[in-house]
């Protein structure tokens, strides 16, 4: 039932990456593939019916674990509480850039919302890596897990590197959203970057696999439930398991699934329901973006 818990918890975080990641990735490229108001209002056209549900699954992530981890979520936010209220405001004004753009006809005003918007995506998707890379590498926590650490403790170059990898790879994904779903001059650029960003994206890979491997090294996870690899953010969730929240230098010295968790009762419990619930936005956000695309072929 933990394991499963922990499945549920990487499977969230995983969909909010594939979800988010093209529209955080779409806002940090959009100022380098359009050149006119017009197309930049295309480009934020098109993940205008996604962006804002995408963003439940991170309300959701969190919900599950506050529910199921909740040692872990309060270690986490000790340790994470700067950045996450950074994160806080970004999302705050890329949320307000992308629904005021509209309501203005001032060119200005738009290319103000268009330089947040931008700035907001770019900078949060390098907190969201760098978030990552501490918690593969992991953070100083003491007896009662609480982080013992520095801002600049979590700035360190692997998890910096992470944040940039991070940028590049959603910055690749929202290029190939971009070649996909907009029409005329900012799909041609987009396909032009895409071209010109996946070899960067391939190598920065490779040098953080390496990186990791330095820092924390997946092996006995892998070899002992190579399975887990299946679930989604595999890497990281392969390399942490059965840690959520590993202890730096040492790794036991942090949070495990065994040692996080509520009572077998309450897991038992709310379990079923986030699975339920998982399912239940699932099958929404699928039936949502099919009328979307039949209505848009349908206009076409």
Same mark, same amino acid.
């Not at 309060?74 to 004004?93: D, E, K, Q, R, T």
């Given at each position: 039932?933990?394991?499963?818990? /922990?499945?549920?918890?990487?499977?969230?975080?995983?969909?909010?990456?594939?979800?988010?990641?093209?529209?955080?990735g779409?806002?940090?490229?959009?100022?380098?593939?359009?050149?006119?108001?017009?197309?930049?209002?295309?480009?934020?056209a098109?993940?205008?019916?996604?962006?804002?549900?995408?963003?439940?699954?991170?309300?959701?992530?969190?919900?599950?674990?506050?529910?199921? /981890?909740?040692?872990?979520?309060?270690?986490?936010?000790?340790?994470?509480?700067?950045?996450?209220?950074?994160?806080?405001?970004?999302?705050?004004?890329?949320?307000?850039?992308?629904?005021?753009?509209?309501?203005?006809?001032?060119?200005?005003?738009h290319?103000?919302?268009?330089?947040? /918007?931008a700035?907001?995506? #770019?900078?949060?998707?390098?907190?969201?890596?760098?978030?990552?890379?501490?918690?593969?590498?992991?953070?100083?926590?003491?007896?009662?897990?609480y982080?013992?650490?520095?801002?600049?403790?979590?700035?360190?170059?692997? #998890?910096?590197?992470?944040?940039?990898?991070?940028?590049?790879?959603?910055?690749?994904?929202?290029?190939?959203?971009?070649?996909?779903?907009?029409?005329?001059?900012?799909?041609?650029?987009?396909?032009?970057?895409?071209r010109?960003?996946?070899?960067?994206?391939?190598? /920065?890979t490779?040098?953080?696999?390496? #990186?990791?491997?330095?820092?924390h090294?997946?092996w006995?996870?892998?070899?002992?439930?190579?399975?887990?690899?299946?679930?989604?953010?595999?890497?990281?969730?392969?390399?942490?398991?059965?840690?959520?929240?590993?202890?730096?230098?040492?790794?036991?010295?942090?949070?495990?699934?065994?040692?996080?968790?509520?009572?077998?009762?309450?897991?038992?419990?709310?379990?079923?329901?986030?699975?339920?619930?998982?399912?239940?936005?699932?099958?929404?956000?699928?039936?949502?973006?099919?009328?979307?695309?039949?209505?848009?072929?349908?206009?076409?």
């Amino acid at each position: 039932m933990i394991v499963v818990a /922990f499945i549920v918890l990487a499977l969230m975080l995983g969909t909010y990456v594939l979800l988010d990641g093209y529209d955080l990735g779409v806002g940090t490229i959009h100022l380098f593939v359009t050149r006119t108001d017009a197309e930049r209002a295309a480009t934020i056209a098109s993940i205008g019916p996604f962006w804002n549900g995408n963003e439940v699954w991170l309300i959701a992530a969190g919900g599950t674990l506050f529910g199921l /981890f909740p040692l872990v979520y309060a270690s986490s936010f000790s340790g994470f509480y700067l950045p996450f209220m950074v994160v806080l405001w970004l999302l705050m004004f890329r949320g307000i850039a992308l629904e005021l753009r509209g309501h203005y006809a001032s060119e200005l005003w738009h290319q103000f919302f268009d330089v947040t /918007f931008a700035v907001a995506s #770019a900078l949060l998707a390098l907190l969201f890596g760098v978030a990552l890379g501490n918690v593969v590498r992991g953070v100083p926590l003491d007896a009662q897990h609480y982080f013992k650490g520095t801002f600049a403790f979590l700035l360190n170059p692997y #998890a910096v590197g992470v944040g940039l990898l991070a940028v590049l790879a959603l910055a690749m994904h929202g290029a190939a959203w971009v070649a996909l779903r907009v029409e005329g001059a900012p799909a041609e650029r987009a396909a032009r970057a895409l071209r010109i960003v996946w070899p960067i994206v391939l190598l /920065f890979t490779l040098a953080l696999t390496y #990186a990791t491997f330095r820092v924390h090294s997946p092996w006995p996870n892998l070899l002992a439930m190579p399975w887990i690899a299946l679930a989604p953010l595999a890497s990281a969730a392969a390399t942490l398991f059965p840690y959520l929240l590993p202890g730096f230098p040492v790794a036991e010295h942090g949070l495990s699934v065994y040692t996080a968790t509520v009572p077998p009762a309450t897991l038992a419990t709310m379990l079923p329901v986030i699975i339920i619930g998982i399912a239940i936005v699932g099958a929404y956000r699928a039936f949502v973006a099919g009328r979307l695309d039949r209505g848009s072929r349908g206009s076409a």
